[in-house]
């Protein structure tokens, strides 16, 4: 969305899966073929590393996306790492001029902001070390995402502390970007699509920051009495 990059707003618009569709590109595979283990490995993890402006990194040098695979347990060599980052980008080619547009204005005003104006600021960006510059340069693309990412959590957050009665349902904490409750017992089928209306809400987005979100903002739901043993909510019958 923010980069107006065509193909992933038309997979997003679409209903496909985003890493499934990277990992196709990536290792030429029909859709239905590719594996849970081969969509993490060639979809998820390009799609986290390369879309935040990551190099595919280079023989003898620490980072980039080879240094990243390793750091999550998959051992790739630097020319699959630069064959992967060059696919990925061939798929997406938006992505590349929107990734310099955040360097020229971190440049030229020190900061970036989030569609619903959170400001990092990057004075950084001027020094004369080049990796220093260089995580500057990282920040002013990854920033705007996940700042968008968060912001859209915590106007949940507000909002259902403010709308969820109390005597039934409680918000006991976050984790990235999860929010979590304690509801309850028979009170979950009544709660549920308050909270997921509330978070898929865009048009209170709009109307509140003038922010335009393009592309689905999906709730998953899901339900237990520990939380790692949840299952995905489904309204009883």
Excluded at 134 to 159: H, Y
Excluded at 188 to 199: Q, S
Aim: hydrophobic share 40%.
């Amino acid at each position: 969305m923010l980069a107006h990059e065509r193909t992933m707003l038309r997979v997003l618009n679409s209903g496909e899966d985003m890493h499934t569709n990277t990992a196709v590109s990536i290792i030429r595979k029909l859709p239905e073929d590719i594996t849970k283990d081969e969509r993490v490995i060639w979809g998820k993890h390009p799609n986290f590393g390369l879309l935040f402006g990551m190099g595919p990194g280079t023989e003898g040098n620490k980072g980039g996306y080879r240094d990243y695979c390793w750091d999550n347990g998959i051992e790739i060599s630097y020319e699959d790492a630069r064959r992967v980052y060059n696919r990925f980008h061939e798929t997406y080619p938006g992505l590349r001029a929107w990734h310099e547009r955040q360097k020229r204005l971190a440049t030229r005003y020190g900061r970036v902001q989030s569609a619903l104006g959170r400001i990092r600021h990057l004075p950084d960006m001027l020094s004369s070390d080049k990796s220093v510059r260089a995580e500057a340069e990282r920040q002013a693309i990854n920033s705007p995402i996940q700042s968008l990412a968060s912001d859209l959590m915590l106007v949940s957050l507000v909002r259902l502390a403010s709308s969820l009665p109390s005597r039934v349902a409680r918000i006991i904490g976050t984790t990235h970007d999860q929010l979590m409750f304690e509801v309850r017992d028979g009170y979950v089928d009544e709660i549920a699509p308050v909270i997921r209306e509330t978070m898929q809400d865009m048009a209170y987005i709009e109307k509140v920051f003038g922010a335009q979100i393009t592309v689905p903002i999906l709730a998953e739901i899901e339900v237990g009495q520990h939380w790692g043993e949840t299952a995905p909510w489904a309204p009883a019958q």
